[in-house]
Nanobody, 116 residues
């Protein structure tokens, strides 16, 4: 079992930056992938960025060059550095983890609002 807790969301003006953090607790030694998804108002949840335990990263085209995913030294945390934020980045952001290649876990979500 895993528990994921996000932090770092909030409101920012267009062009600003935020850094999201996600801390995992529980059977963290079995985590294969950690990442971030988001769901905007009236939209489906979509992938933002993921990072495997071997360091392979994947980004949505809409965030490439602006967002960077990284993993903490303890390997039970993941961060999302978001730069050049735009209003279309406004969404609830969810931390995601895959354990033992089969079990998928989600955090509760954290709001990011980009508005002038």
């Amino acid at each position: 079992q895993l528990r994921l807790v996000e932090s770092g969301g909030g409101s920012v003006q267009p062009g600003g930056s935020l850094r999201l953090s996600c801390a995992a607790s529980g059977s963290t030694f079995s985590i294969n992938v950690m990442g971030w998804y988001r769901q905007g108002p009236g939209q489906q949840r979509e992938l933002v960025a993921t990072r495997t335990s071997t360091g392979v990263t994947t980004y949505a085209d809409s965030v490439k060059g602006r967002f960077t995913i990284s993993r903490g030294n303890a390997k039970n945390s993941v961060f999302l550095q978001m730069n050049s934020l735009q209003p279309e980045d406004t969404a609830n952001y969810y931390c995601n983890a895959v354990e033992s290649y089969t079990r998928v876990y989600w955090g509760q979500g954290i709001q990011v609002t980009v508005s002038s």
